[in-house]
């Protein structure tokens, strides 16, 4: 069994965006209801869906039962999935939901993740769904790989041959079948030699500069392995190679020790037209080594393909395009918020909720285009209501349009309400701001919203 040295792997209970308050009107984290890990981004459909660990609140190890997914068209309005997979997913394990990956192979969707089995030991496991919003079910119903290390990537070759790597303190991987649920040839231990992985200083046992969190990619005929360094704090370092098998080749830092986490896990991917560095840090209040939050950042490629050094930022991207108000957006699509969980709904996916006086969503880069002259919004309230202001570039910004909801006779008994819409023209962030004279009850849950 690993000591605690040995490894330091990444941590569902709602957490109200009320213990956060107004800490800021970026866009960095990417969550801010509940406290989140261990990004695994993967581009399908023309959006980016991050699959994250779920640091549990109050933590003081790495408590985390279960796995959340979000998900962006414009890199940086972010749709809430909930959970597609926990740790009653796999009967054999019983702690330890750290950090996994999806991949899509012939319409299906393959989530790998490493688990405490019950024999005491880590292992991958791997799940299975037809959508990638799962949920997921227990391809084998015992593990995959098992040899006590985690943080499984995976990736799929140009000529269909799938790779598996994952390892803390060691790097292994197997080659995958096509059905992506078994591997041929046996475990490969990758040699981690300086040249290949950097020098550590000051740790005998771990001469190079890998420590977990692999993650696998290939880009322009080049070969690249991103992972965890040094311990601890970690840094992001890669190594790249001209095979998915190496030799690897190292060469440098891409974000240095920052973020009031001492652990990090990187996810690079493209996304029209640009690249996106996720990771995590502990940068929202209460953050920290064991209460981590996703973030992202954009960069470029130098024209080598090198990576540059990418710090933390609170800003986060640019958007992409903007966001079209004239059809029905989901409440639990997010640039900022404060005061709100997500929660599932009844009328299908899921709603905001736990709102009080307050309590407020921005959404980035709304365009009205001419004007809107009515918005409508899906609600459901047990309590006495309140209203939606809707304002327009800040949470005091002007009032365009308030629409008043009452009590529909339960927290899941929906109903439509609407108000006219005035001096709304042109591109602008929305701030959904939640309003009552009541200041300590909640006031109502919404399910979506519509401008026309």
Avoid at 278 to 287: D, E, I, K, R, V
Avoid at 305 to 314: E, K, L, W
Wanted: charged fraction near 15%.
């Amino acid at each position: 069994m690993l000591s605690k040295q040995q490894f330091w792997p990444w941590a569902c209970t709602l957490l109200s965006l009320s213990t956060f308050g107004n800490v800021a009107k970026a866009d960095n984290p990417i969550v801010q209801d509940i406290y989140t890990a261990d990004p695994a981004p993967v581009v399908y459909n023309d959006r980016i869906y991050v699959f994250t660990g779920h640091d549990n609140n109050g933590a003081t190890f790495y408590d985390m039962t279960d796995w959340r997914l979000i998900s962006s068209a414009d890199a940086v309005n972010w749709q809430h999935h909930g959970s597609p997979m926990s740790l009653t997913t796999f009967k054999w394990a019983n702690a330890n939901a750290w950090a996994g990956q999806v991949i899509e192979r012939n319409g299906k969707f393959y989530y790998y993740a490493p688990v405490r089995h019950s024999t005491g030991a880590m292992a991958i496991g791997v799940a299975v769904s037809n959508s990638i919003t799962g949920p997921y079910t227990d391809a084998l119903g015992k593990p995959l790989v098992e040899n006590n290390e985690i943080d499984p990537t995976v990736w799929i070759d140009d000529n269909g041959q799938a790779y598996l790597y994952w390892g803390n303190p060691g790097l292994y991987y197997v080659k995958l079948n096509a059905d992506m649920i078994s591997y041929s040839g046996g475990v490969n231990q990758v040699s981690l030699t300086t040249a290949g992985f950097g020098t550590r200083t000051g740790n005998a046992q771990r001469p190079t500069t890998f420590e977990e969190g692999p993650w696998l990619y290939k880009r322009n005929g080049l070969y690249y392995m991103i992972y965890a360094a040094d311990c601890c704090s970690e840094d992001i370092r890669y190594s790249t190679g001209p095979t998915a098998t190496g030799p690897w080749t190292y060469r440098g830092v891409i974000m240095p020790s920052q973020g009031r986490s001492f652990t990090n896990h990187p996810g690079i991917i493209d996304f029209k037209g640009n690249s996106y560095f996720f990771y995590h840090n502990g940068a929202l209040p209460g953050g920290g080594g064991y209460a981590r939050s996703v973030a992202v950042e954009s960069f470029t490629y130098r024209s080598d393909g090198t990576i540059p050094q990418i710090d933390m930022t609170t800003n986060g991207p640019a958007q992409i395009g903007t966001l079209n108000p004239y059809v029905r957006q989901e409440a639990e699509t997010i640039a900022w918020s404060s005061g709100i969980q997500i929660e599932t709904c009844s009328e299908g996916g899921y709603s905001v909720g736990y709102i009080k006086s307050g309590s407020y969503i921005k959404v980035k880069g709304v365009n009205f285009g001419n004007g809107a002259k009515t918005f409508t919004a899906r609600v459901a309230s047990a309590g006495n209501g309140g209203d939606i202001q809707v304002r327009l570039d800040s949470q005091s910004g002007s009032i365009v349009a308030t629409c008043t909801v009452r009590n529909t006779g339960g927290w899941q008994s929906w109903a439509s309400v609407s108000c006219p819409v005035s001096n709304a023209n042109g591109v602008h962030d929305v701030y959904f701001v939640y309003s009552s004279s009541d200041k300590n009850s909640y006031l109502f849950n919404v399910n979506w919203w519509q401008f026309a």
